[in-house]
């Protein structure tokens, strides 16, 4: 398995610090109101990375953070006149809630950010110990220098970084030794939630909590750390130097970015009216259409949004769960017998789709190509899967197709759903309708359950329904 290390710019064997599990990091959102689109794409990229692992047969330890206090959790606490921490527990419940919808799994640890001030101070006070850090008036700051591999990841040069100061000033910006020195911790500000230390009642600088909440649920060193491609500088930058220089061991071993995601050919912001978040998606479109839609590039390339590419994206999925549902309906009429050789026969040819999605996956977790190689054993299903096959040949197929598409993090296989009873009646009166050769009465009926929102369709085997 190969692996793009946004460090060394090139694809890497995976070799785990230990045999058979992986530790990742992925940074989470900052809590602050529902989340958006741009934030969807990492989750569900690192989720299907983790997904994949597994059914490697890893151990995954995944943790993602969520940043619970911040500027605009404290600018949104004092709009509406509540605490910040009613603030974030809100919008992480909210977020949940679409993680949910998008099928992302529960990490194996959520760290919140007000919950780790402790170990954030302790981090602070060894980099100060060993000369990486010092402190002006209550504010701490990290001198960038003292790393002398500081821009390792971004391949920035720090005399070159003088366009990038601004991303890194904050108040007090003069007291600093060099103007790239960056801040562990800063004091209140007047209404603003904080936490004692030995240098001012204040809060820890943001590049702190991942460095701590990794060490802390990972270890000293990790497999592999990732996040959007607008976090390697200086977020991930700053949090290798404050880790490495802490530690005295390398972070992370491979560094994972997913590239940016454009509505309609355009940056996403709220300037340009075009913000997009996943609950307003989610009135539009099942959530499992944006995560297809969001698996359909690999996830280097860049995305755009669109709602053309959004009905793309769910008439592709619409191909998968409808040769699911037509397997359902096959083997409920299936005979209940054990494969014929000539079945075995024709199911051995499924091994080349599954070397297909699992080279893809090997690659640098191809999404794109590896969603081919389900579209290919979908092709072969409605090819070879009639009413005269087996049920156990029928059942591998479907089984098959459910497993790689669960990889993906795709929910393909619909929840068997009870039609009312007079629902019911009207399919069996059109069926005796049809049989008595009477098609008008069985027309009507068809039209009277279409405007019910029942769609229905004739087979050799027998009659299909689903929803409109």
Request: charged share 30%.
């Amino acid at each position: 398995m190969k692996i793009y290390n946004t460090m060394s710019k090139k694809k890497e064997e995976f070799i785990p610090l230990e045999e058979g599990k992986v530790r990742m990091y992925v940074c989470g959102p900052t809590v602050y109101n529902f989340i958006h689109i741009g934030n969807a794409r990492p989750m569900i990229v690192f989720d299907t990375v983790r997904r994949y692992f597994e059914y490697k047969g890893y151990d995954v330890n995944y943790v993602s953070n969520f940043t619970d206090v911040d500027d605009k959790i404290i600018a949104k606490a004092n709009e509406e006149g509540v605490t910040a921490e009613e603030i974030s527990q809100r919008y992480i419940e909210e977020c949940k809630k679409d993680m949910a919808g998008m099928n992302v799994k529960p990490a194996t640890t959520n760290p919140l950010a007000t919950q780790e001030i402790e170990g954030m101070i302790q981090l602070i006070q060894t980099l100060m110990d060993k000369g990486y850090a010092y402190e002006k008036n209550g504010t701490v700051y990290y001198r960038t220098r003292q790393f002398k591999e500081y821009g390792k990841l971004s391949h920035k040069n720090l005399d070159d970084l003088r366009s990038g100061e601004r991303s890194l000033l904050v108040s007090g910006a003069d007291e600093k030794e060099d103007p790239l020195d960056f801040v562990l911790w800063k004091p209140k500000k007047e209404g603003e939630p904080f936490w004692k230390s030995p240098w001012s009642d204040g809060r820890p600088g943001w590049h702190t909590e991942c460095s701590e909440m990794s060490k802390k649920y990972l270890g000293e060193q990790i497999d592999i750390h990732a996040g959007g491609e607008d976090l390697v500088f200086p977020h991930h930058e700053n949090e290798i130097a404050q880790s490495e220089a802490a530690n005295g061991k390398t972070f992370a071993n491979y560094w994972m970015h997913n590239a940016f995601l454009n509505i309609d050919n355009r940056k996403m912001s709220k300037s340009l009216g075009n913000f997009r978040t996943v609950r307003e998606i989610s009135e539009q479109y099942d959530l499992q259409v944006l995560r297809f839609f969001m698996l359909s590039a690999h996830y280097r390339s860049p995305l755009n949004f669109s709602a053309e590419l959004m009905e793309a994206a769910k008439s592709s999925l619409e191909r998968i769960v409808n040769a699911v549902d037509n397997l359902n309906f096959l083997i409920k009429n299936a005979k209940d017998e054990p494969m014929t050789a000539e079945e075995a026969e024709l199911f051995a040819q499924t091994d080349s789709f599954v070397k297909a999605f699992e080279d893809a996956m090997d690659d640098d977790f191809n999404t794109a190509d590896a969603v081919a190689a389900i579209f290919e054993l979908v092709r072969y299903s409605n090819t070879n899967a009639d009413a005269k096959k087996t049920k156990e040949y029928l059942g591998k197929i479907k089984d098959l197709i459910v497993k790689l598409a669960d990889v993906l993090g795709l929910i393909v296989e619909k929840k068997e759903e009870i039609l009312a009873e007079d629902i019911e009646k009207l399919i069996e009166e059109r069926q005796a309708a049809r049989k008595a050769k009477d098609f008008a009465r069985a027309d009507a009926i068809r039209d009277e359950l279409l405007e019910k929102g029942i769609v229905l369709k004739d087979t050799r085997e027998g009659v299909q329904w689903k929803r409109a």
